[in-house]
């Protein structure tokens, strides 16, 4: 339910924001944004999911802050207000996290160009880490098939939701991360040396190979695809045709 009372009591949000975006307003065509960049009025957009939103504008860090006073305006008659400690004023080039990804303007590496790129946030990071330890524990006594079956479901989920950022290291470390996780629970649950450990994770040719157990193998995220966005604009396709209003 709280995604979906969210999405209508933000409503107001969305309809303060889009207000200047509309057919002669002030932001609606190229040349008028351009406009109020020299002017030094600024343009903003607003984009949000549920509860969690970003609103981006186009120029001084005192814009910004009026559009932040816009918002706590439009929600206060709705007794809701801003969260202090989740509200923050930033340059792109700084960076912010919206939805698990940070988002930030970075200089592409051997070029001059700049562009915007999405990473996997720290904090995400950290959640996936945290829930591999858990079931990796060295004095658990479950079996390691059905842990790796857990795993799999984790990481495999994980990965799916960031492959459209720039998350291939990350993945790796992430797999990293598993590997020497299960490889240490399993030296202390056997009292294993390293030597019995390569007997257990190499071929006979000396070549490592996956770990597996119960038929199940453990999945490596940097196996899945990065699949970056196009940028589309007004080409997304709509599942419908908006109603005009009665007259």
Not at 5 to 31: H, K, Q, R, Y
Not at 60 to 66: L, P
Not at 80 to 88: D, F, G, M, P, R
Request: include cysteine; charged fraction near 25%.
């Amino acid at each position: 339910m709280s995604p979906l009372l969210a999405n209508i009591a933000l409503s107001v949000l969305d309809e303060a924001f889009m207000a200047g975006w509309g057919d002669g307003e002030p932001m609606s065509t190229a040349m008028r944004r351009r406009r109020r960049r020299w002017k030094g009025l600024g343009n903003w957009r607003l984009v949000r999911y549920a509860d969690d939103f970003v609103v981006l504008c186009d120029t001084s860090r005192d814009q910004c802050a009026q559009a932040r006073e816009i918002a706590a305006k439009v929600l206060e008659p709705m007794g809701l207000k801003l969260s202090e400690a989740k509200t923050l004023v930033t340059h792109m080039s700084d960076g912010f996290d919206f939805l698990g990804f940070h988002i930030r303007w970075r200089q592409k590496q051997g070029a001059d160009s700049w562009h915007v790129y999405t990473f996997p946030a720290r904090r995400a990071i950290r959640s996936v880490k945290q829930k591999i330890r858990a079931l990796t524990h060295k004095t658990s006594s479950q079996e390691l098939g059905s842990v790796i079956v857990r795993i799999n479901q984790i990481t495999r989920g994980w990965a799916m939701y960031f492959r459209h950022g720039v998350s291939y290291r990350v993945f790796d470390q992430v797999r990293q991360y598993t590997w020497w996780r299960i490889v240490n629970w399993q030296k202390a649950l056997h009292r294993w040396n390293w030597a019995q450990v390569r007997r257990w994770l190499t071929w006979p040719n000396g070549r490592w190979k996956p770990i597996r157990a119960g038929g199940v193998e453990l999945f490596n995220p940097a196996r899945i695809g990065i699949v970056r966005y196009r940028y589309r604009g007004n080409q997304i396709p709509r599942p419908y045709q908006p109603t005009p209003a009665p007259t």
